[in-house]
């Protein structure tokens, strides 16, 4: 069976790079003895599949991350031992280190597409310093009256130009900051996820964020949008949990 | 004074790995700091990829916090880009657990493994805000302290270091705390006073305390500058590691480091007595770990730190009377899954069939033996006493368990060499891809060669190294054999340590005190990082060398005589100087001698002389090739016997047993 985790990524260990986080994550398996499937081979790894990578530097209260079950012998696994969810998330939550914050645990389908095919969008909140609401709206509008927008991007190794103009589903101010202002952006994935700061550096004039913090993935039910896992309530983008 | 924390975070996206910055790992300690605590900053010189896993400062590290009176973090020299990050935003070095800044601290105490951080020293002081020489300080600074194998001569650093200490720092640690705290209570009185109450300490050596003779060139004495500092400094070594079950909890960094894994000490000490190896001379006796105590920390460790690869460390674990039963406890532990044990030291001839069975289950990793020399007559001169049937088992023992790459260390540039004994590593090598043609199509073997650096308190602290001509020429000479050897080598590879690097390390391993200028020349031009290739610059030493008027051939290359006055003498490791001078001249005769663990002693000093006695389980050597004596070896029929570790079947990965 397959376990998919929600996660948050806070305060210092931001710092942390993608392949850090899947070493973390291992380990935090082994301490909270799930019982993890391995790959075959001379050099077994876990079965994880993470999401779309996090720039190293950014938070995130939405962080995905789906483990193959071992099957145990005679069918279907058993879920961690009698434990329920919630025991599971705070087992993990306890071999975690400090702003790496299980928010959610749930079995999931085992076929589906992967968390990386199946979201279409991420939510972000765009801290930035030395800028007002007013100036801020009235640069959010420039950009979406543009029907265009063509930025060059890397891709294999040649710099090509592109429109990502498509890819901003929603940019909004949402709030005025102690030094500046807070952006709300959803910026679409496929096939190829629009980053925050290729959105900033397309503004005019170009931004650059004081710090940033996917708030959402979304994914495409029926047409409807939702969440992998959802949970209760989103605390605030940068929380407090800052150790 | 606060964190730095807010200041660092808006620098940090501007920096190569900022993870190297953060601190947060499990088992990081957060203490209270308070006036009445000595504070400690431990730095280790080089990257945090690098010095995070040092077990030595780890162990330190939570003793110091585990008393009431002291508090202690940690600190790593920051990589250039950071560096100049730092000096542009006015931030000083920081500690990693609270990010506190360096001037927080009471004591900067450095942890020195090779003589190439040097430099990075005098960048930490200087990012530290710490005036870079000893005089220049007051008592608002720091004390400057450094411990690690390259404390027995610290002459090369006199100038900008308060205090030195020698061996085993897990009792000495308390001594400073109390004398730093006292001070601190007093508020913080003449510098020179407490200087003067550390250099009463067994262990500690402050350099200020001492004067430095010369007859034109000729270092005459080393002697005290007043009464009661002590004439000669011993080093302290603690009786029983029974009593000192440390690292209690390992660090596990949230990054990739090297030896990412859990390490357990099994023993300290070695008395193989190899001539070159410096580590083995200054740490003996041998004290093992108790069995029991090692199966605790390896389960425990395992458990708590999620880990799946645990090293059984000490200078040749094969050696350790539990082996056996250690390895099979802990790869049969259910509730850790799938774990892998690496025993990174291994001599030849004790690695067996059994032992490569049993750590490769789980993951299999590159394995290394160090035969150190080509030629038999070479390992008598050098006192590795293994022979090639030994090594040729070991290799085998590696193919037939799967392995299709062994790497092989060797030394050149060693006392005595010749040329036929530098080629014979190869043929070692060629004969080593014979074995493994047995069992696989294509095996290979790569040679690394090291130049040999002569070391203080070993017997060959007397030998004039090789220059980097002659070390060249060697390792020139291994080159063109394979190149013109067409198949004869087929799967060979040969790999080098720069030769430039050993003249700098063997400047200042026999260094003295008239070396500091040449120390702070080079960091004044930018060299840092001395030990990265990408850094290193040969040119910025020799040019530093002639601005002082010093010459590498009186300190690199010259044979010292019997009776010449070291820069060193007035520091002890216990070894008897007579003791060393006979191991010397037994070695030019090329004269082995065994292993004084399992037989009457020798009389070097390091037990005598502390009234302190070898801690080993076991009356006998553990089984397995001809252990030490060159003699033959009944080990290659397999797994049947001799085999210290007996092959247990892979454990089942159960669901919730955890603890």
Known sequence: MRLRIRFAKLGKVRFTSHRDVARIWERALRKAALPVAYSEGFSPRPKLSFGLALSTGFESHAEYLDIQLKEQDGGEAAPWDGTTADDMARRLDEALPVGIDVLAVAPTDRGGDSLQQAVVSCTWAIDIDDLDTEQAAEQVARLLAAEQIVVERERKGRIVCEDIRHQVLALDVSEATETGVRLLADLGTQPRALRPEELLAAMDPPLEARSVCRMHQWMLQEDARVEPLTVDAVPAPLAEVRA | ?659
């Open chain 2, 1 to 659: 004074m606060s964190s730095l924390w807010p200041e660092l975070e808006r620098v940090l996206g501007e920096v190569q790995k900022p993870a190297r910055y953060i601190g947060c790992e499990d088992g990081m300690i957060v203490p209270t700091h308070r006036p009445d605590k000595a504070a400690w900053l431990l730095i280790y010189p080089d990257t945090y990829e690098v010095g995070l896993p040092n077990q030595g400062l780890q162990i330190l590290y939570e003793i110091i916090n585990e008393r009431p009176d002291a508090v202690a973090e940690r600190a790593y020299a920051p990589w250039t880009d950071m560096a100049d990050v730092l000096r542009s935003n006015g931030l000083p070095l920081f500690s990693l657990d609270s990010h506190r800044p360096a001037s927080d601290f009471d004591i900067l105490a450095f942890n020195l493994s090779s003589e190439l951080v040097y430099t990075n020293l005098l960048e930490c002081l200087d990012l530290a805000g710490v005036p870079l020489h000893a005089d220049e300080r007051t008592s608002d600074d720091a004390l400057v302290i450094i411990g690690g194998h390259c404390a027995y001569n610290p002459e090369p650093l006199a100038d900008f270091v308060d205090a030195a200490v020698l061996g085993d720092g897990e009792e000495v640690v308390s001594e400073i705390t109390e004398v730093v705290r006292d001070w601190k209570a007093s508020g913080r009185g003449s510098r020179h006073e407490v200087l003067r109450e550390l250099s009463r300490l067994d262990g500690v050596y402050v350099p200020s305390m001492y004067d430095a003779e010369y007859d034109g060139d000729t270092l005459v004495a080393v002697t005290p500058r007043m009464d009661g500092v002590p004439a000669v400094v011993e080093k302290r070594t603690i009786a029983d590691l029974a009593d000192w079950p440390y690292p209690k909890n390992q660090l596990v960094p949230l990054t990739e480091v090297v030896h990412d894994r859990l390490n357990v000490e099994v023993f300290r000490g070695c008395t193989r007595g190899c001539r070159f190896c410096q580590a083995g001379m200054i740490t003996r006796p041998v004290r093992e770990r108790p069995a029991e105590q090692v199966r605790t920390m390896v389960a425990d460790g395992l458990r708590r730190t999620g880990y799946d690869e645990v090293a059984l460390t000490s200078l040749s674990t094969a050696d350790f009377s539990g082996i056996e039963e250690v390895v099979a406890a802990a790869v049969s532990d259910d509730a850790c899954g799938q774990v892998s044990v690496s025993l990174p030291s291994l001599r030849v001839d004790a690695f067996t069939v059994g032992i490569a069975a049993e750590i490769q289950r789980a993951r299999r990793t590159g394995l290394t033996f160090a035969p150190e020399a080509g030629t038999w007559r070479m390992r008598q001169v050098i006192n590795k006493l293994i022979n090639e049937e030994d090594l040729y088992g070991a290799v085998e023992s590696a193919f037939s368990q799967g392995w299709r790459r062994v790497k092989l260390y060797f030394l050149t540039g060693l006392p005595t060499e010749t040329d036929e004994d530098t080629l014979a590593i190869l043929e070692l090598a060629r004969r080593c891809i014979e074995v493994g043609r047995k069992y696989h199509s294509s095996p290979t073997v790569t040679v690394s060669l090291g130049g040999f650096v002569p070391k203080p308190f070993t017997p060959f602290q007397w030998f004039g190294q090789n220059t980097e001509v002659e070390l060249r020429r060697k390792i020139g000479l291994l080159r063109n054999e394979i190149r013109n050897g067409g198949r004869t080598y087929k799967g060979v590879k040969l790999k080098w340590h720069d030769a430039r690097a050993s003249v700098v390390e063997g400047l200042f391993s026999r260094g003295d005190r008239r070396l500091g200028p040449v120390i702070e020349d080079v960091w004044r031009n930018g060299g840092v990082f001395q030990e990265w290739s990408e850094h290193f610059d040969i040119a910025l030493w020799e040019d530093a060398m002639v601005r002082q008027g010093l010459s590498l051939d009186s300190y690199v290359y010259r044979h010292r005589t019997e009776h010449e006055v070291l820069p060193w003498d007035h520091l002890s490791a216990g070894l008897h100087r007579d003791f060393l001078w006979q191991d010397w001249r037994d070695a030019l005769d090329e004269l082995g001698l065994e292993d004084c663990r399992w037989i009457p002693c020798y009389d070097c000093g390091a037990c005598t002389g502390y009234g302190i006695e070898h801690v080993v389980a076991s009356a006998t050597p553990p089984a397995g090739g001809s252990q030490g004596t060159g003699q033959g070896t009944d080990h290659r029929n397999g797994a049947d016997t001799a085999v210290p570790v007996t092959l247990t079947a892979r454990p089942r990965v159960t669901v919730g047993t955890g603890s």
